[in-house]
């Protein structure tokens, strides 16, 4: 039994193919992405295979098929062995390790994140915002100019602490948009819109959130068989009530990823694993923290490796 931290990306991992090599034969993730559609009442892994793409982005079937891979590479990895230590997701990844971790069903996860998306995009709609991505500045300087500019403008937030140099603000357009100009006079390497439905971790989502937490008093929040670092707390838990008011909390509060994956790097692991599709965090995390090697799993080929990489951590 190998027993090793474990991280779940979010939304903007998705890509068409993903997941479909792990399909076929009768091991876990295979069942596991054959029960999908049925519990969605919805055709998802046509889409995560096939897409089109622009269809798969929409952030009702993204954040889903993101949770459908990550859930299907953590299943195959436990029946090989491979269990989490600790586990932390980005955003909505944080519901794939809530997965992981037994706090929650596949299925409930599944029906939370579809609900999740479609919340946050028809926040979009009825409340429209944007968010953009900013380098070359730290959490500090980037929150101090978003207080200062929300004065002015309306409302801006640090939402994404990524790393100690790449950043995501949020609000309304307006806003952004001046935020965006005064980081770069404050010496902001890059501050440029980003291509999002809605301004996402901020004030601009609390009638989402408020409707996102009716759906969640009906869904059973275990404890977890691990610590779970939560997105708002940055902070582990294994405790289900705690981790169920954290991800109430979570579509108005800032990412503290920075913070986590800090924290996951001081327990000394030689390995963490990246579970799901891409490696958005893994390229993060290990500029930052070079000591640590970064492993993405998310195809069949990086789970016949993964036991040889662990071997050799």
Avoid: Y
């Avoid at 876990?28 to 793409?53: C, I, Q, Y």
């Amino acid at each position: 039994m190998h027993r090793v931290p474990m991280i779940f990306p979010g939304q903007a991992s998705q890509a068409v193919g993903m997941a479909a090599d792990l399909a076929s034969g009768d091991g876990a993730a295979a069942r596991f992405l054959a029960e999908v559609n049925g519990v969605l009442d919805h055709d998802l892994t046509s889409l995560m295979f096939d897409g089109p793409p622009e269809t798969l982005t929409e952030t009702w079937n993204a954040q889903p098929a993101i949770l459908a891979h990550s859930v299907a590479v953590a299943l195959e990895l436990k029946d090989m062995g491979v269990e989490p230590s600790i586990v932390a997701g980005h955003s909505l990844g944080e519901f794939s390790a809530a997965v992981a971790a037994g706090v929650l069903s596949p299925a409930d996860g599944l029906r939370l994140v579809r609900t999740r998306g479609e919340l946050m995009f028809a926040a979009g709609e009825e409340r429209p915002g944007t968010m953009a991505a900013v380098m070359g500045l730290d959490g500090a300087a980037v929150a101090e100019v978003c207080e200062r500019i929300s004065a002015e403008h309306g409302v801006v937030v640090l939402a994404n602490h990524n790393s100690s140099n790449q950043i995501a603000i949020s609000g309304e357009v307006a806003a952004v948009e001046a935020a965006c100009a005064a980081l770069k006079e404050a010496g902001a390497r890059r501050a440029m819109l980003l291509n999002v439905s809605g301004a996402f971790h901020s004030p601009l989502l609390d009638g989402a959130a408020a409707k996102f937490s009716d759906h969640l008093d009906g869904v059973d929040f275990n404890d977890a068989s691990c610590p779970l670092i939560g997105n708002v707390s940055a902070s582990p838990s294994v405790a289900g009530a705690d981790l169920l008011e954290g991800v109430r909390a979570q579509l108005i509060s800032s990412v503290r990823w920075h913070e986590i994956i800090g924290a996951i790097a001081a327990d000394g692991p030689q390995v963490v694993l990246e579970v799901g599709p891409g490696r958005v965090l893994s390229n993060m995390a290990k500029r930052e923290f070079p000591d640590v090697q970064f492993v993405p799993v998310g195809t069949r080929e990086d789970l016949d490796n993964v036991l040889d990489k662990l071997a050799q951590g």
